[in-house]
């Protein structure tokens, strides 16, 4: 069985500050990708980077950066310089075979 | 119009009622799903569709049944439901049901039902 965890239910942060989530999962398989989306207010979930598990170059887009572990099965997300507008709930997903587990969520807070 | 949309935004039905949600996407890709997010559970895969074949039904109970006549729609028909079935119901598409999971979703905005 597969699982995610991402510990932190909400963070806070002041405008500027750099934050991370962390996420780690579970799984006895050897190929499986993971995934970060973004929950904006809107509802809708968008999609932020996805890594297969044998690629753990870390990813950097902008402000965002990836750090992917398989030695401790966690895959964090740093926001840098945040802004108002990353205000949102992040979830950290696991998929194999079609199917994708998500973690519960971090609930971000940006204040300006 | 792009990407997934999702109807109705917002449904308030009685337990008696028999309701429709309707997603649709027009991103031309061959998988679609249905997720359960509850106030206090993690986002929960209901249904899964490739081309137009249901290939995952995480023991939902029956008063939800799916239709995907196509693959560009896809339908979650409600009968009968709880007040625990209260929710946001967001449908999700990608390019393919991959046997390695490894395509991203692209996710509609959700319906937010509450059953009275």
């Known amino acids: 069985a597969q699982k995610v965890t991402q510990a932190q239910t909400e963070i806070s942060v002041v405008e500027k500050e750099d934050v991370t989530l962390d996420c780690v999962y579970e799984?006895?398989?050897?190929?499986?990708?993971l995934f970060w989306y973004k929950q904006p207010p809107s509802g809708e979930l968008v999609f932020l980077i996805r890594?297969?598990?044998?690629?753990?170059q870390n990813e950097i887009s902008g402000r965002y950066s990836w750090n992917f572990q398989k030695s401790t099965s966690s895959f964090n997300f740093t926001i840098t310089a945040s802004q108002v507008v990353d205000s949102a709930v992040y979830f950290c997903?696991?998929?194999?075979?079609?199917?994708?587990?998500f973690g519960d969520g971090t609930t971000l807070t940006v204040k300006p | 119009e792009t990407g997934v949309t999702q109807t109705p935004r917002h449904l308030v039905m009685g337990m008696t009622n028999k309701k429709s949600l309707k997603c649709e996407q027009h991103?031309?890709?061959?998988?679609m799903y249905w997720y359960k997010q509850s106030a206090k559970k993690p986002l929960e895969l209901m249904f899964v569709?490739?081309?137009?074949?249901?290939?995952e039904n995480n023991s939902v109970p029956s008063r939800f049944s799916p239709e995907c006549p196509n693959s560009s729609h896809l339908f979650l028909h409600l009968h009968t439901l709880q007040p625990e079935d209260s929710a946001l119901y967001l449908c999700?598409?990608?390019?393919?049901?991959?046997?390695?999971?490894?395509?991203?979703?692209?996710f509609g905005p959700g319906t937010r039902l509450t059953v009275l």
């Open positions: 999700a598409s990608s390019q393919v049901w991959a046997g390695e999971g490894g395509d991203e979703q692209f």
């Open positions: 799984t006895r398989d050897t190929t499986y990708y």
């Open positions: 890594r297969n598990s044998f690629d753990e």
């Open positions: 997903a696991l998929s194999l075979w079609g199917k994708s587990t």
């Open positions: 991103l031309g890709h061959n998988a």
């Open positions: 569709y490739s081309l137009e074949e249901r290939v």
